[in-house]
């Protein structure tokens, strides 16, 4: 029998819990606007691997200086990434859906060139050892090693949370995510919100898939984001576009992920399904209570 530590299975909860959230008020930001990235997970997969290189090619400056380098690398990608998107969804009038499965297939080719190409490599970078870090192994009641991602974790919902709902520019993302054509009436510029609001959903992103590479492993592997992106933007859905909610979802999802460490030595093929189960039970059991922006994946021309 294998027994559950209650603090290694509250450090690995976390640690699990740390991309997803993060990732997921990236996407709530985003859908709050009206533009649905599916592409979440090649934008958590591309800045991975930036954040990866980057902390590599300045590994020579002091780690406390060289991990944020890369982490300001990675969200700046991500921005670009997701203003690629908001743009082919807004000017260009693209479907939403094809255009971020066009990120995530561009991500994936990407990722595996720039490995060859930098490292001569297809499946790993060198690992950079960084001093920050939240290992499995630490016991929380001792407070041991703690990644300062924990503290984007926390302070991404609240910070969430007052802009959609406590601040102006919050009350015209939601605008122009429900109504654009009132929104415009009203005198909003419906495509510069979409554009603003994608862009602070890529940062956020961006900063989940530094962790990927900088802290959760000190290193980048092929397929890095695992599908974290994905279930971060089912987080969105079940949490039905409530911050608290996505959180609440977003734990959930990194306790079966802890499950299935705990127990992985015992069954692990059918325990690594675990958090995509916890998926599709989430989203079934808020499917009738969900509401999503009405202008969601919705096109918007501007007459």
């Known amino acids: 029998m294998v027994e559950i ?3 290694i299975f509250l450090a690995i909860t976390l640690e699990l819990s740390i991309p997803i959230i993060i990732a997921a ?3 709530l930001t985003t859908e709050r606007s009206g533009v649905l990235n599916v592409g979440i997970e090649g934008v ?3 800045t991975s691997f930036v954040a990866a290189y980057v902390h590599w090619a300045v590994s020579y400056l002091p780690a406390e200086f060289s991990i944020y380098v890369a982490i300001l690398g990675a969200a700046l990608v991500g921005m670009i990434l997701n203003l690629v998107l908001a743009v082919m969804s807004t000017y260009l009038r693209a479907d939403q859906v094809i255009a971020g499965i066009g990120i995530n297939v561009f991500a994936s ?3 595996i060139l720039a490995l060859f190409v930098a490292f001569r490599v297809f499946d790993t970078t060198p690992t950079v050892v960084t001093s920050y870090s939240l290992s499995p192994l630490a016991r929380l009641p001792n407070f041991g090693p703690v990644s300062p991602f924990l503290a984007i974790m926390i302070a991404a919902p609240i910070f969430t949370y007052w802009l959609l709902r406590r601040t102006r520019f919050g009350l015209r993302i939601r ?6 054509e009132a929104a415009e009436v009203a005198g909003l510029n419906v495509y510069r919100l979409r554009l603003l609001a994608t862009a ?13 590479s900088v802290d959760f492993s000190p290193r980048f592997v092929r397929f890095n984001s ?10 969105v859905i079940a949490g039905g576009w409530s911050p608290v909610a996505v959180v609440l979802t977003g734990l959930l999802f990194g306790a079966t992920y802890a499950v299935f460490i705990q127990f992985g030595g015992i069954s692990g093929q059918i325990l690594s399904i675990l958090p995509y189960i916890a998926t599709v039970v989430g989203m079934s ?9 009405a202008a969601l994946a919705r096109p918007y021309v501007r007459e």
């Not at 605008?175 to 654009?180: C, F, I, K, Q």
């Not at 959903?201 to 900063?207: A, D, N, W």
């Not at 499917?287 to 922006?293: Q, Y």
């Open 175 to 180: 605008a122009v995510g429900e109504n654009p």
């Open 5 to 7: 530590l209650p603090g």
């Open 285 to 293: 059991l808020a499917s009738k209570r969900l509401r999503a922006p």
């Open 44 to 46: 958590m997969l591309s």
């Open 109 to 111: 080719g990407f990722t």
């Open 226 to 235: 695992r599908g974290l992106g994905f279930i971060a933007l089912a987080a």
């Open 25 to 27: 008020m990236g996407e």
């Open 200 to 212: 602070l959903g890529g940062l956020l992103i961006g900063l989940a898939g530094a962790y990927l």
